[in-house]
């Protein structure tokens, strides 16, 4: 469940991680009020429950209430992939120095939690990580360890905090670490983690997202106004017709679409495709048992969805079988067509009759399945993951 940048700052506060002064503001008409009552240049930021907002225009530098009340009514006319922009954060422009990240997450591939900083702040550290590993610094922990603050004062060293803010750096850091653990996080991101001129780090943005099944075990959450939400805040359009299909659907901001065989499965498919490199495009459950009509509407979803790039296929026939799964693959095929190309695999019940439906339908017709790789069990789920992200990143560079 992700947070609103404001909402992970009013954790970030809680857990004594300093953060700028920031108003909350709804209309261009408080937005003129505030800065007025500050006197000081202002950042306007869009809330939204989705990346990409600096690209998006979404982030304004004003030097008076005029000036922020004409960007004020441009932010409020304005969508990010899609979600309207309904509140601005308003916070004091900072006099930047130097910037930082601090981020930890979990490794599902190695049942560890992870800590990640880089002296390269407020770019995509997975853009940072595949272009310049070096400059990653990186910390695994079992879930039960503790950070502690020398651990911590070498980090901050590593990625370059000067000498007389390293324990300040290591102090946020492990309030960092422990506002993950306390609040059952699934991600929380300091990007960027700001040295101003003043020789002042300051958590210039947040990025929270929360483990929503855990949300009841803390009523702090509740009384700031978090409660159980869907993960993007309001559907997509794909969203909603996934919806009245049937279909349990979620956008996300990869370009991988993922077409599981059960959520299990489908959560595997995604941990694996985060650890080869991979960003999922969405997150969908197929159901037990689903017909090769509803398998066919999956892929619909997928493949008129501008930003994916490949698609994943990975089907553990149980409940399911792995035929219909391959009918439904076929049925999409003939009365759709795939404008990109899929890699899929199938284990379990009937997986050798689903490989035998493709191979026919492939001699049948070799320019139905000419975008499509499909593997049976020989093939471990790993190579079908990294071929994913091969495909994908071939896809990108077009």
């Known amino acids: 469940m992700r947070l609103y940048e404001f909402e992970g700052k009013q954790l970030f506060r809680k857990s004594n991680i300093p953060v700028p002064e920031g108003h909350l503001v709804s209309s261009p008409a408080e937005a003129y009020n505030t800065v007025a009552s500050l006197k000081h240049a202002v950042a306007l930021k869009a809330q939204v429950l989705t990346g990409g907002r600096g690209k998006a225009g979404g982030v304004k530098l004003a030097d008076g209430p005029n000036e922020a009340k004409t960007h004020a009514e441009q932010l409020f006319k304005l969508k990010i992939k899609g979600f309207p922009v309904e509140r601005v954060l308003i916070e004091p422009k900072l006099d930047i120095k130097q910037e930082f990240y601090v981020g930890v997450t979990i490794d599902r591939a190695n049942y560890k939690l992870v800590l990640i900083a880089s002296g390269e702040g407020g770019v995509d550290i997975e853009e940072t990580a595949e272009k310049h590993p070096e400059k990653i610094v990186r910390k695994s922990f079992s879930v039960e360890d503790e950070l502690f603050t020398f651990d911590a004062v070498d980090i901050a060293k590593k990625i370059g905090v000067p000498g007389a803010l390293l324990r300040k750096a290591a102090g946020i850091i492990v309030n960092l670490y422990k506002m993950f653990k306390v609040y059952d996080a699934k991600l929380v991101e300091i990007n960027p983690l700001v040295l101003t001129a003043g020789d002042e780090l300051i ?82 459950d197929s159901g037990g048992g689903p017909s090769p009509e509803r398998i066919a509407k999956m892929l619909v979803l997928l493949d008129e969805n501008p930003n994916v790039k490949t698609i994943f296929g990975a089907r553990f026939g149980g409940i399911s079988r792995c035929d219909d799964f391959a009918k439904g693959v076929i049925m999409f095929l003939k009365e759709h067509g795939l404008s990109k190309p899929m890699v899929m695999r199938m284990t379990g019940n009937m997986w050798r009759e689903g490989v035998r439906l493709f191979e026919e339908a492939k001699k049948e017709d070799p320019s139905l399945m000419e975008k499509v790789e499909f ?13 994913a992200v091969e495909l994908a990143r071939q896809q990108g560079v077009k």
């Open 375 to 387: 593997h049976g069990i020989e093939t471990p789920i790993e190579e079908i993951s990294k071929r």
């Open 203 to 284: 958590a210039a943005d947040s990025r929270v997202s929360l483990d929503d099944d855990a949300v009841f075990r803390h009523a702090d959450l509740k009384e700031m106004g978090i409660e159980k939400r869907h993960e993007e805040g309001e559907m997509t359009e794909r969203e909603k017709r996934a919806t009245e299909w049937g279909i349990p659907y979620l956008d996300l901001d990869g370009d991988i679409g993922m077409f599981p065989g059960g959520a299990g499965f489908g959560i595997m498919g995604n941990d694996f495709i985060h650890y080869y490199g991979g960003k999922p495009a969405n997150f969908m």
